[in-house]
Antibody, heavy 120, light 107 residues
């Protein structure tokens, strides 16, 4: 079965950087697009970024464009989110999600999330 | 960006009730609409894709429909496990926007 395990969250000061990882198993990772979605405490879901199966296409939410970079290492079955110039409003649980079979844009399986807190 | 709205924001219901949540898109998204269930402290779980395709393992009491830019999620016979927050999400165009959520709580 699909398993997605995020890691790398923690407390970070405003303006600093952090890298999240998402280790995938139970499916052919290199064949699927992957997403990052976040959820601020007590708030709704916000899509952050998507990367194609081969890493050649990446799209970002305006709120993170130019500060966050999504990447993947298909040899390690791992998805990454490099976050820089972090702001208080980036505080959230960050989920990775697997793209669908018929549509990369569909998020059909999710990890348990990792909490990022941006605070001085 | 495509805006997604949901109504109601909160719904009080009893076990056995039939409940309906409505989601509207600000422009045409065809049927590229998903429904997710989320319980406190847990990740969202995909219930329905392409407006009406029930995911494997999801109980048949859940159903989805579409009419233009209006989409509905219906739960026929609410069960104790169904008290949760439900989100719609369009995946027609990026950015892939979510509705604000509908929380179903116990009446």
């Amino acid at each position: 079965q699909v398993q997605l395990v995020e890691s790398g969250g923690g407390v970070v000061q405003p303006g600093r950087s952090l890298r999240l990882s998402c280790e995938a198993s139970g499916f052919t990772f290199r064949s699927y697009g992957m997403h990052w979605v976040r959820q601020a405490p007590g708030k709704g879901l916000e899509w952050v970024a998507v990367i194609s199966y081969d890493g050649n296409n990446k799209y970002y939410a305006d709120s993170v464009k130019g500060r966050f970079t999504v990447s993947r290492d298909n040899s390690k079955n791992t998805l990454y989110l490099q976050m820089s110039s972090l702001r208080a409003e980036d505080t959230a649980v960050y989920y990775c999600a697997k793209g669908g079979h018929s549509s990369t844009w569909l998020m059909d399986s999710w990890g348990q999330g990792t909490l990022v807190t941006v605070s001085s | 960006d495509i805006q997604m709205t949901q109504s109601p924001s909160t719904l009080s219901a009893s076990v056995g009730d039939r409940v309906t949540i409505t989601c509207r898109a600000s422009q045409s998204i065809s049927t590229w609409l998903a429904w997710f269930q989320q319980k406190p402290g847990k990740a969202p779980n995909l219930l329905i894709s392409q407006a009406s395709n029930l995911q494997s393992g999801v109980p048949s009491r859940f159903s989805g429909s579409a009419s233009g830019t209006e989409f509905t999620l219906t739960i026929s016979g609410l069960q104790p496990d169904d008290f949760a927050t439900y989100y719609c999400q369009q995946y027609s165009l990026y950015p892939f926007t979510f509705g604000p959520g509908t929380k179903i709580d116990i009446k």
